[in-house]
Nanobody, 115 residues
Framework: QVHLMESGGGLVQAGGSLRLSCTVSGSGLSIHHMGWYRQEQGKQRELVAT???????NYADSVKGRFTISRENAKNTMFLSMSSLKPEDTAVYYC?????????WGQGTQVTVSS
């Protein structure tokens, strides 16, 4: 059984920073790509950033230069460092991991940016 657990969301003022974490647990893990997605209320889920097991990254244009995705393969953990946050970054953030190579999702963590 594979389980993803996100943490680090919360309320922050515009211009502030937050760091999200996502840890994958389970037996016999072989994690390929991982990613962060977000969903605003009433809208479709959208890609924020992805990272391969080799460390290659990809970002949505809206977060380039402000967000940084990283991972610690030895700990099966992924991070999203967010800075210069804007009210439009407010959403539920979900982590996704391709494991063996089925796609798994976390339960989401709320990020709220006040103006």
């Amino acid at each position: 059984q594979v389980h993803l657990m996100e943490s680090g969301g919360g309320l922050v003022q515009a211009g502030g920073s937050l760091r999200l974490s996502c840890t994958v647990s389970g037996s016999g893990l072989s994690i390929h790509h991982m990613g962060w997605y977000r969903q605003e209320q009433g809208k479709q889920r959208e890609l924020v950033a992805t990272i391969t097991d080799g460390g290659r990254t990809n970002y949505a244009d809206s977060v380039k230069g402000r967000f940084t995705i990283s991972r610690e393969n030895a700990k099966n953990t992924m991070f999203l460092s967010m800075s210069s946050l804007k009210p439009e970054d407010t959403a539920v953030y979900y982590c996704e991991a391709s494991v063996n190579p089925i796609s798994y999702w976390g339960q989401g963590t709320q990020v709220t940016v006040s103006s």
